[in-house]
């Protein structure tokens, strides 16, 4: 399919002081448009290095990356929004402003100016437009950078750890945004998290890396709400908590 993204043999190496690391050691993957692919491992599996290839921040050593039939490179990368575990929301910009970062100095483009009022309204945050970053609790500051994500409408949506410094109630209410917003969007979404749970409550098939090769392939066959205690979801934890566990 022409709308596949294909990744072939990726590696990644890093040269500390006299030792190579080999961060990636031949990834293989085929996700396709509408897919919400989380990623698991232990610390040091490859989960962000390999996002932040996939993001167009560092270069492959070696192995191609395609996209719709295209092959995608630093220079001509992947159609992706970016979201990090922090907001990273520029403190001297207002919401709105963080929001069109992307399109700065343009941002104040009527067209833009009522897509980022639209996107804030579906995130919650109407009437936060002039706000300034230090007004914002931490799980507001993650919905102004998840639209800041969303503003160049990418067909990639990329997560790193974007809920991770979040207490409980915020967390688990993120998740269900998550839902919402992938569910309407027709986006494809690939997140690392170190939380099992989430990453079977958000995704539609988990892949577990171990030493930088993705070692199971999980498919989640549960539509949204999940329950979280059904026999069905914790056999799926089992699952990949075994295969993780299995790493050490």
Request: aromatic residues 6%; proline residues 4%.
């Amino acid at each position: 399919m022409m709308n596949r993204l294909k990744i072939e043999n990726l590696t990644k190496k890093y040269q500390l002081e006299d030792m190579a690391v080999d961060a990636l050691s031949g990834i293989n993957l085929e996700i396709e448009q509408g897919e919400f692919i989380a990623i698991v491992g232990r610390s040091g599996s490859g989960k962000t290095t390999l996002l932040r290839i996939l993001a167009g921040l560092e270069e492959q050593t070696s192995g191609k990356i395609y996209f719709r039939g295209r092959e995608c490179t630093v220079d001509a990368p992947l159609p992706t929004g970016m979201v990090f575990q922090e907001a990273r929301l520029m403190p001297w910009l207002s919401v709105e402003s963080n929001v069109l970062f992307p399109f700065l100095p343009k941002g104040r483009d009527e067209a833009l100016h009522r897509k980022a009022l639209s996107l804030l309204e579906m995130l919650g945050l109407s009437g936060y437009e002039n706000a300034m970053p230090f007004q914002l609790s931490g799980g507001m500051a993650q919905r102004v950078a998840l639209g800041r994500a969303l503003i160049r409408d990418p067909e990639i949506i990329l997560l790193d750890e974007p809920l991770g410094a979040l207490d409980y109630f915020t967390r688990r209410t993120l998740q269900s945004e998550l839902v919402r917003i992938y569910r309407g969007g027709g986006k494809t979404f690939i997140m690392v998290t170190h939380d099992v749970g989430e990453a079977l409550r958000l995704g539609t098939r988990v892949l577990v890396l171990k030493n930088g090769k993705i070692d199971v392939s999980v498919n989640v066959p549960m539509g949204y709400p999940r329950v979280r205690n059904s026999p069905e979801f914790q056999a799926l934890v089992d699952r990949v908590l075994g295969a993780i566990e299995d790493s050490e």
